[in-house]
């Protein structure tokens, strides 16, 4: 069913059962984001005319697109990225590979530092995790014919380049997620720009870990990296492009909880951190220095979220950070 346009704000609708799931506000791995901070992200519609689309984006930061891949292509990808979990602890037994209803009955602390940088304890699992990112049916998934048209037609570009490294994670429920931050940090190897687009595989519940973005932060973000920039001034080139430089905190994040980036930007104090329920399809992109990080995942029922990071540049950009022009393993230092 194709998603019609309707009025939105960034209020919660106090009528939506996800809204008042949220009154304990939303969580994050470092604390919780008062119910009075949250704010829902503008829905977009596909078929908006191509300068209301570019609009949105130059003005939020973000472009949340309803519907873009068709739902039975993402929930066969999440079938198959859960069968090679069929015969691990994982999956609830019995359970659909569609649904990936977490186990929490068998070993549950084997999984909770999955998310972010974090891999399965299991070496098995970590290992079934790293295959994943080089499995050919994944990598046909992310070069989606409705995800890179979109794409080239909304940047204006003839052709794209989807950089090989990308970020396929599962979060289980109350396991790690990852922290607050903004893409650049992780792609300073290249000046060009560079367009995420992070693609739920599945559907994923306001509390169930989905990306969060911090409303209007693109000049907050920029402002970050060139205070970082200035302090890295002595560095060597290796330490100045690291995102796990002396300036950074561990894993390369801006800061351990929502709080506490309150207290290091406090003009960051009146901005809302926008969230949703994302439906199988949908696609949020964002700018580089947009400032996000993912939920904790208190779905109700159990599910895992399913997601994956990509990242695009226009064909010819000289800028392309080439430190990420291979597929992803958990020792590439990035």
């Given at each position: 069913?194709?998603?019609?346009?309707?009025?939105?704000?960034?209020?919660?609708?106090?009528?939506?059962?996800?809204?008042?799931?949220?009154?304990?506000?939303?969580?994050?791995?470092?604390?919780?984001?008062?119910v009075?901070?949250?704010?829902?992200?503008?829905?977009?519609?596909?078929?908006?005319?191509?300068?209301?689309?570019?609009?949105?984006?130059?003005e939020?930061?973000?472009?949340?697109?309803?519907?873009?891949?068709?739902?039975?292509?993402v929930?066969?990808?999440?079938?198959?990225?859960?069968?090679?979990?069929?015969?691990?602890?994982?999956?609830?037994?019995?359970?659909?590979?569609?649904?990936?209803?977490?186990?929490?009955?068998?070993?549950?602390?084997?999984?909770?530092?999955?998310?972010g940088?974090?891999?399965?304890?299991?070496?098995?699992?970590?290992?079934?995790l790293i295959?994943?990112?080089?499995?050919?049916?994944?990598r046909?998934?992310?070069?989606?014919?409705?995800?890179?048209?979109?794409?080239?037609?909304l940047?204006?570009?003839?052709?794209?380049?989807?950089?090989?490294?990308?970020?396929?994670?599962?979060?289980?429920?109350?396991?790690?997620?990852?922290?607050?931050?903004?893409?650049?940090?992780?792609?300073?190897?290249g000046?060009?720009?560079c367009?995420?687009?992070?693609?739920?595989?599945?559907?994923?519940?306001?509390?169930?870990?989905?990306?969060?973005?911090?409303e209007?932060?693109v000049?907050?973000?920029?402002?970050?990296?060139?205070?970082?920039?200035t302090?890295?001034?002595?560095?060597?080139?290796?330490?100045?492009?690291?995102?796990?430089?002396?300036?950074m905190?561990?894993?390369?994040?801006?800061?351990?909880?929502?709080?506490?980036?309150?207290?290091?930007?406090?003009t960051?104090?009146?901005?809302?951190?926008?969230?949703?329920n994302?439906?199988?399809?949908?696609?949020?992109?964002?700018?580089?220095?947009?400032?996000?990080?993912?939920?904790?995942?208190?779905?109700?029922?159990?599910?895992?979220?399913?997601?994956?990071?990509?990242?695009f540049?226009?064909?010819?950009?000289?800028?392309?950070?080439?430190?990420?022009?291979?597929i992803?393993?958990?020792?590439?230092?990035?």
């Amino acid at each position: 069913m194709a998603y019609t346009e309707r009025p939105s704000s960034n209020s919660l609708d106090p009528h939506n059962y996800a809204a008042i799931k949220l009154a304990q506000g939303l969580g994050q791995s470092g604390g919780r984001i008062d119910v009075d901070k949250v704010g829902l992200l503008r829905p977009s519609a596909p078929a908006l005319p191509l300068d209301e689309l570019r609009r949105r984006f130059e003005e939020d930061g973000y472009l949340f697109v309803k519907g873009l891949i068709p739902r039975e292509d993402v929930l066969d990808a999440r079938e198959n990225y859960f069968n090679a979990y069929a015969h691990t602890s994982l999956l609830q037994p019995g359970s659909s590979l569609r649904d990936g209803i977490f186990n929490n009955s068998s070993h549950p602390d084997l999984h909770k530092g999955i998310g972010g940088q974090g891999l399965p304890a299991d070496p098995v699992e970590a290992k079934i995790l790293i295959d994943a990112h080089s499995d050919p049916k994944y990598r046909a998934f992310v070069e989606h014919p409705a995800l890179t048209h979109f794409i080239r037609l909304l940047m204006g570009w003839k052709q794209h380049v989807l950089l090989d490294r990308t970020m396929l994670r599962h979060n289980v429920p109350f396991g790690m997620g990852t922290g607050i931050h903004y893409d650049k940090l992780f792609l300073r190897g290249g000046e060009g720009y560079c367009l995420t687009a992070w693609v739920p595989i599945g559907d994923i519940s306001i509390n169930g870990g989905g990306l969060c973005y911090l409303e209007k932060s693109v000049a907050l973000g920029h402002e970050i990296e060139e205070d970082f920039t200035t302090r890295a001034a002595g560095f060597t080139t290796e330490q100045r492009l690291s995102a796990y430089n002396v300036n950074m905190m561990a894993g390369g994040m801006l800061a351990k909880s929502p709080n506490e980036f309150v207290s290091d930007h406090p003009t960051s104090k009146s901005q809302k951190w926008l969230a949703t329920n994302y439906e199988a399809g949908d696609v949020v992109f964002h700018h580089p220095y947009t400032i996000h990080a993912s939920g904790r995942n208190e779905d109700a029922q159990g599910r895992i979220r399913l997601s994956t990071d990509l990242r695009f540049y226009e064909t010819g950009d000289a800028g392309m950070d080439e430190r990420w022009f291979k597929i992803w393993d958990p020792n590439d230092g990035l």
